[in-house]
Nanobody, 126 residues
Framework: LRCSCRRGGGLVQAGGSLRLSCAASGFTLDDYVIGWFRQAPGKEREGVSC????????YYADSVKGRFTVSRDNAKNTVYLQMNSLKPEDTAVYYC???????????????????WGKGTQVTVSS
């Protein structure tokens, strides 16, 4: 798994938008629940959003609800996190993650992840 920033990289102004991508090779991401997490300095890791294997169910942390959207593109074997109306409080290192099996179902907080992508820094300036 790997995560990357789109449309301006990892530095944006408050109110701006950014899209993160989670891609994988060697296995099919759309067989798995995929989660997005973030960790800010001095804070615990937070489950931001996750999407079921089918894409029919999603979870969003209250802090991002209405601003972030998780989606998946099966043809590209990629899961996206579209982040809109960004706030300085969104500044963190963001990770995508997947469980080690296809049985894990979406749960609040996106627990059950075993494989973690390389984190990417998202910085939102005021």
């Amino acid at each position: 798994l790997r995560c990357s920033c789109r449309r301006g990289g990892g530095l944006v102004q408050a109110g701006g938008s950014l899209r993160l991508s989670c891609a994988a090779s060697g296995f099919t991401l759309d067989d798995y629940v995929i989660g997005w997490f973030r960790q800010a300095p001095g804070k615990e890791r937070e489950g931001v959003s996750c999407i079921s294997s089918s894409g029919d169910n999603t979870y969003y942390a209250d802090s991002v609800k209405g601003r972030f959207t998780v989606s998946r593109d099966n043809a590209k074997n990629t899961v996206y996190l579209q982040m809109n109306s960004l706030k300085p409080e969104d500044t963190a290192v963001y990770y995508c993650a997947a469980p080690d099996n296809t049985i894990v179902v979406l749960t609040p907080g996106c627990y059950g992840m075993d494989y973690w992508g390389k984190g990417t820094q998202v910085t939102v300036s005021s």
